[in-house]
């Protein structure tokens, strides 16, 4: 069974080994596009740490029988004249584990932050996913999220 709770400081080095196969997994897709640094994990640690318990962030840890399996990472965003973006909720990540994945656990962060978002305000919820992060746009579909934005990048 999957629980999905609020993460605390006795996650942070699971969650934060996690944090460092997304970064690795997006810099694998494209190279110069997504930078990877020496010890994505340790600052992932301390970032995270610094979040917790702010106001407007929302940080999930999966459990799948007492071992973290995944993680969500949200924040409540003001409105954004760039982007055209009224107030809303944005995952910035949300990822599981190899051994946890096709189990419902990436959907099921995503259902709880979905209510995270809605209890503090927001009328919508963002996100950004890599162009070859087929899995997890489907699923993004599937909970009812729209195409609205392709980014293009011009390496110089």
Same mark, same amino acid.
């Given at each position: ?16 080994? =996690? &944090? ?5 997994? !997006? #810099?694998?897709?494209?190279?110069? @596009? ?6 994505? $994990? /340790? *600052?992932?640690? @301390? ?9 407007? %962030?929302? =940080? ?8 973290? +399996?995944?993680?969500?990472f949200?924040?409540?965003?003001? @409105?954004?004249? &760039? /982007?055209? =973006?009224?107030? #809303? *909720?944005?995952? #910035?990540? %949300?990822?599981?584990? $190899? +051994? !946890?994945?096709? !189990?419902?656990? &990436?959907? +099921?962060?995503?259902?709880? $932050? ?6 503090? *305000? &927001?009328?919508? %919820? %963002? ?7 087929a899995?997890?746009q +489907?699923?993004?579909?599937r ?8 980014? =293009?990048?011009?390496?110089?």
């Amino acid at each position: 069974m999957t629980v999905i709770r609020d993460m605390t400081p006795e996650d942070l080095d699971a969650v934060s080994l =996690l &944090a460092e196969q997304l970064v690795l997994l !997006h #810099h694998s897709w494209d190279t110069t @596009r997504f930078f990877t640094t020496p010890d994505v $994990a /340790k *600052g992932y640690r @301390r970032y995270f740490q610094s979040q917790l318990g702010e106001q407007g %962030v929302v =940080l999930l840890t999966a459990e799948v029988e007492g071992v973290v +399996a995944g993680y969500l990472f949200g924040t409540l965003e003001s @409105r954004d004249w &760039a /982007k055209l =973006l009224d107030a #809303h *909720g944005a995952v #910035h990540d %949300v990822f599981v584990s $190899a +051994a !946890h994945r096709r !189990h419902g656990v &990436a959907q +099921a962060l995503m259902v709880e $932050a979905k209510a995270r978002f809605a209890k503090l *305000g &927001a009328r919508q %919820v %963002v996100l950004y996913s890599a162009s070859s992060n087929a899995e997890g746009q +489907a699923l993004f579909k599937r909970l009812g999220y729209r195409p609205t934005m392709i980014e =293009l990048t011009l390496d110089l």
